[in-house]
């Protein structure tokens, strides 16, 4: 990869962010186009609701989410409005909220983020727990089975096959594992991709187009499934597993460390990044993970289990600062400290599947997507985690970002500034 970056730290910011149409009637714009200030510093967000003149705008300030700091009525005229001003001695978020009937807007920031600590401390025999992992599953055997994937005859020059690679836990790693065929050996990179959260979505699931489109990249692209499930089953399949073995999977086994649901996730992982370097067209050099939400902190987790991991795209990543509750902040998605459960049993068990401590020893590349609007995996928790790796961390912090793409005309505004800057950075780094 091409890097002309200087510090390990960057923040991308789109020019035109500090001034944000989420909707056709109210406008709001802050002090910082980025979103981002330091501490004492003041933070003014004015709206402009000319359309709306006469009418009366809710105003509502959030602090970490969900802690209700400020609530006003305005009484909207045709030019512009303050409607907060303030600044925060401590790191934190803050949220601004615009409502007139059906119509509203939204816009975050954040107060020295790159100072988040964990909300809870690592476990002292944290590394012990992993590596002792680490050495049993590089012990068991290699149980590997493979089909020919059906319908991919017509992308002459490349393969793509239906794999299932045994594994500790409960579930064997399955998905769509496609390369090149003759590939040089030592020649390409590896991508793994991995999926958000859910279980019978589109976007829970492997496809082999997924596989096969990094693959025409010029590498060895494997789509892990998150759940171990079976490749193309009938719809019933999914709806099974979604109402009965994975209903509500994220709450399973919070209170014992060797039954959190993520521990069999995340060794599925590493088993899954052990077959791919073990693949004789690995360049020996560069693993880049990618996914988005439980996608993205399953990206995370990778780069902080596996060295091997040399760079990830973690977009709106989950399974950060799980304890941020601890700090006064809202944890990161599934919010697994929040429910209802034993906490001092939790907090023996859920330490060893944060992403604030799993990330504590990688030097990988991060590039990450954080929405500051964003009330499921929030911007604060994302910080949290990415700020205790020690490799280069390349950030998009976007302040009218919520956790889903809108719907609306937003839809290609994100298309042009989000996915194209990625996609540019995926393909660089793949070069």
Same mark, same amino acid.
């Given at each position: 990869?091409?890097?002309?970056?200087?510090?390990?730290?960057?923040?991308?910011?789109?020019?035109?962010?500090?001034?944000?149409?989420?909707?056709? $009637?109210?406008? #709001?714009? @802050?002090?910082?186009?980025?979103?981002?200030?330091?501490?004492?510093?003041?933070?003014?967000?004015?709206?402009?609701?000319?359309?709306?003149?006469?009418?009366?705008?809710?105003?509502?300030?959030?602090?970490?989410?969900?802690?209700?700091?400020? @609530?006003?009525?305005?009484?909207?005229?045709?030019?512009?409005?303050?409607?907060?001003?303030?600044?925060?001695?401590?790191?934190?978020?803050?949220?601004? &909220? *615009?409502?007139?009937?059906?119509?509203?807007?939204?816009?975050?920031?954040?107060?020295?983020? &790159?100072?988040?600590?964990?909300?809870?401390?690592?476990?002292?025999?944290?590394?012990?727990?992993?590596?002792?992992?680490? !050495?049993?599953?590089?012990?068991?055997?290699?149980?590997?089975? +493979?089909?020919?994937?059906?319908?991919?005859?017509?992308? +002459?020059?490349?393969?793509?096959?239906?794999?299932?690679?045994?594994?500790?836990?409960? !579930?064997?790693?399955?998905?769509?594992? *496609?390369?090149? &065929?003759?590939?040089?050996?030592?020649?390409?990179?590896?991508?793994?991709?991995?999926?958000?959260?859910?279980?019978?979505?589109?976007?829970?699931?492997?496809?082999?187009?997924?596989?096969?489109?990094?693959?025409?990249?010029?590498?060895?692209?494997? $789509?892990?499934?998150?759940?171990?499930?079976?490749?193309?089953?009938?719809?019933?399949?999914?709806? $099974?597993?979604?109402?009965?073995?994975?209903?509500?999977?994220?709450?399973?086994?919070?209170?014992?460390?060797?039954?959190?649901?993520?521990?069999?996730?995340?060794?599925?992982?590493?088993?899954?990044?052990?077959?791919?370097?073990? @693949?004789?067209?690995?360049?020996? !050099?560069?693993?880049?993970?990618?996914?988005?939400?439980?996608?993205?902190? @399953?990206?995370?987790?990778?780069?902080?289990?596996?060295?091997?991991?040399?760079?990830?795209?973690?977009?709106?990543? *989950?399974?950060?600062?799980?304890?941020?509750?601890?700090?006064?902040?809202?944890?990161?998605?599934?919010?697994?400290? &929040?429910?209802?459960?034993?906490?001092?049993?939790?907090?023996?068990?859920?330490?060893?599947?944060?992403?604030?401590?799993?990330?504590?020893?990688?030097?990988?590349?991060?590039?990450?997507?954080?929405?500051?609007?964003?009330?499921?995996?929030?911007?604060?928790?994302?910080?949290?985690?990415?700020?205790? *790796? +020690?490799?280069? +961390?390349?950030?998009?912090?976007?302040?009218?970002?919520?956790?889903?793409?809108?719907?609306?005309?937003?839809?290609?505004?994100?298309?042009?500034?989000?996915?194209?800057?990625?996609?540019?950075?995926?393909?660089?780094? #793949?070069?």
């Amino acid at each position: 990869m091409k890097r002309h970056l200087l510090s390990s730290f960057i923040t991308l910011v789109l020019l035109w962010l500090s001034f944000i149409v989420q909707s056709q $009637d109210i406008t #709001l714009r @802050q002090t910082n186009k980025s979103g981002i200030y330091r501490k004492g510093q003041k933070i003014t967000v004015t709206a402009f609701a000319e359309s709306l003149a006469g009418d009366t705008l809710h105003i509502r300030v959030y602090k970490n989410n969900t802690q209700l700091i400020n @609530q006003k009525n305005i009484i909207i005229d045709k030019d512009s409005l303050v409607v907060y001003e303030g600044s925060s001695g401590k790191p934190c978020s803050i949220i601004v &909220e *615009a409502m007139d009937g059906g119509k509203n807007a939204s816009l975050g920031m954040l107060v020295e983020p &790159e100072k988040l600590k964990p909300g809870a401390r690592c476990p002292m025999d944290f590394d012990l727990y992993w590596n002792s992992l680490k !050495k049993s599953l590089n012990a068991l055997p290699w149980d590997i089975k +493979k089909a020919f994937v059906v319908g991919t005859e017509n992308d +002459k020059g490349y393969i793509c096959e239906d794999i299932e690679v045994n594994c500790l836990g409960p !579930k064997p790693a399955r998905g769509y594992f *496609a390369k090149p &065929e003759n590939a040089e050996p030592g020649s390409l990179p590896v991508v793994l991709l991995v999926h958000a959260a859910g279980v019978k979505g589109s976007w829970c699931r492997s496809e082999p187009g997924n596989a096969m489109k990094y693959a025409k990249m010029g590498t060895l692209c494997f $789509d892990l499934n998150a759940h171990g499930m079976l490749n193309d089953q009938p719809e019933s399949y999914y709806t $099974d597993l979604e109402n009965g073995e994975l209903k509500t999977y994220w709450l399973q086994g919070l209170t014992r460390k060797d039954e959190v649901y993520f521990r069999g996730m995340y060794l599925r992982l590493l088993r899954t990044i052990d077959f791919l370097s073990k @693949q004789p067209e690995w360049d020996g !050099k560069r693993i880049l993970v990618i996914g988005e939400s439980q996608g993205g902190g @399953q990206a995370l987790v990778a780069a902080g289990l596996d060295e091997r991991v040399s760079a990830v795209v973690a977009i709106v990543p *989950a399974m950060c600062d799980w304890f941020g509750s601890m700090a006064g902040r809202m944890g990161g998605w599934p919010q697994p400290f &929040e429910a209802d459960a034993s906490k001092e049993e939790m907090l023996r068990a859920l330490p060893y599947f944060d992403a604030a401590n799993i990330l504590k020893s990688s030097k990988a590349i991060i590039f990450t997507e954080i929405g500051l609007i964003d009330m499921t995996c929030p911007s604060t928790s994302v910080y949290t985690a990415i700020n205790q *790796a +020690k490799g280069q +961390k390349i950030v998009y912090t976007v302040p009218y970002r919520p956790h889903h793409q809108p719907e609306d005309a937003l839809a290609k505004t994100w298309q042009e500034d989000f996915y194209k800057p990625r996609e540019l950075f995926i393909s660089n780094y #793949l070069k």
